[in-house]
């Protein structure tokens, strides 16, 4: 059933994406006089639609993307109509070519504004002073001098932020080094930290967290905690006499105390519960052997609901946009310096995963979802690689500058390029996915 349902909602949210990015690029072409021989949505053999005046509308089989076929587009196509694409200025084409990417941006907008219109929810602790709750053992941070209790006022150069910014920056900076300054006993401190790059995500990682109570999960049956009585709901406050102010404390006080028994007060139903354990060694996962107790941890966050007036509703999709799609360029540019890994990209089969869990979570998950996918629609189809929308803006910026024509040669080896690429990058996607899905090791 999941299957299914992650099926279902990949091609409810794809479809969504592809009409968008294909009206823009129509509507733009019949505001320009361009003959429109195509509209469609998918690739391949035709499965329904309908004709109206020289366009056919039409839905195809395999629904991984869509396009819009003007006439005399592809190379050696052109007959000298004046309502062919070549026909047209440069500058007209060139916003051809850029009206998909806008609507894309455009629908990221729309859709976060309606859903803040509706709801608007946060993380309290993400607009709150970034006071550090815990320094991981070993950590970038730990290794930086940074100690839980600071406050950082600083962090590259963003003048006191919030813990939402320092995420922002943090996720966009593995193997980067950054300048920090924190507050501590009324001393401000200049702390550079050179951030690791997460092992399982590739994004950055400090090895701090916020100060945020943990809830204990589901037990893992037969081991120490579901032993010692522990149950799902319980609020873990202490370890070992030590106040757990992050979920992140808790692996690493485990494995300080290897086989010593350990001391937890959880508290359940408004009352304190004292419990012993002891940990025990698990091999069951070859790769990360360690000391465990057999219990899900998570930070209990605090959210804050509310609905926002269309202005301000407007306000906070542009600064949610702005701020996810400065994440999408750092990540980029972390590809090109080679401190991220291409392997966080995902294909068809992430993105039909992701689908599938935000349509079990909720139209607003589902929401922010689709917006987010439009908005890395949008800028990916902007990035210079030949057959994509960049690529043509490119190669029409290069004639304009030379003030001729590229000849169709050159045209059909650049066109030919960008279709190898594409092919390999979809192929390398794939198996991005493949290697997700299975179970590690």
Excluded at 22 to 40: D, I, P, T
Excluded at 83 to 97: H, L, T
Aim: net charge negative.
């Amino acid at each position: 059933m999941g299957v299914i349902e992650n099926l279902v909602s990949f091609v409810f949210v794809l479809g969504v994406m592809v009409l968008i990015h294909e009206l823009g690029h129509f509507l733009a072409a019949r505001y320009f006089n361009v003959r429109v021989e195509a509209f469609s949505i998918g690739f391949g053999p035709r499965l329904f639609g309908f004709k109206r005046g020289d366009t056919d509308y039409k839905v195809c089989l395999l629904p991984l993307g869509g396009f819009v076929k003007m006439a005399g587009e592809n190379v050696g196509e052109p007959t000298g109509d004046p309502d062919e694409f070549v026909a047209k200025p440069r500058w007209q084409r060139m916003i051809i070519a850029v009206m998909g990417p806008v609507f894309n941006v455009i629908l990221a907008l729309v859709l976060l504004a309606g859903l803040f219109m509706v709801r608007y929810q946060r993380l309290a602790f993400e607009m709150e002073p970034p006071r550090i709750g815990y320094v991981a053992d070993h950590s970038a941070a730990s290794r930086a001098g940074i100690q839980a209790g600071d406050l950082i006022v600083s962090i590259d150069g963003d003048e006191t932020p919030a813990w939402e910014n320092v995420r922002l920056i943090e996720i966009a900076s593995p193997l980067k080094t950054l300048r920090v300054t924190v507050e501590r006993d009324g001393k401000q401190l200049e702390l550079p930290i050179t951030l690791e790059a997460d092992k399982i995500n590739g994004i950055g990682d400090s090895g701090w967290s916020e100060q945020t109570p943990v809830r204990l999960g589901q037990t893992v049956p037969g081991l120490p905690a579901e032993k010692a009585g522990i149950e799902n709901g319980d609020i873990l406050k202490t370890l070992n006499g030590e106040a757990v102010n992050s979920w992140r404390q808790v692996p690493d006080s485990i494995q300080r105390s290897r086989d010593q028994p350990i001391e937890l007060e959880v508290l359940r139903n408004e009352t304190l519960v004292k419990l012993q354990l002891t940990p025990i060694y698990d091999t069951s996962d070859a790769e990360s052997p360690a000391w465990r107790i057999g219990v899900e941890l998570r930070p209990d966050y605090k959210r804050i609901s509310t609905s926002l007036g269309f202005a301000d509703a407007v306000e906070q999709s542009v600064d949610y946009n702005v701020k996810n799609a400065t994440l999408i360029f750092g990540f980029l540019g972390g590809m090109l310096e080679q401190r991220m890994s291409p392997k966080q990209l995902s294909g068809p089969i992430g993105i039909a995963q992701m689908s599938g869990e935000a349509a079990r979570a909720g139209w607003p998950a589902l929401i922010m979802l689709m917006a987010a996918i439009s908005l890395n629609l949008g800028i990916f189809n902007l990035l210079p690689i030949p057959i994509l929308d960049g690529g043509m803006i490119t190669v029409l910026l290069l004639e304009s500058l030379i003030r001729r024509d590229i000849s169709m040669v050159v045209k059909e080896r650049i066109v030919q390029v960008g279709l190898v690429f594409l092919m390999m990058l979809f192929a390398f996607v794939i198996y991005n996915d493949i290697l997700k899905s299975l179970p590690p090791g």
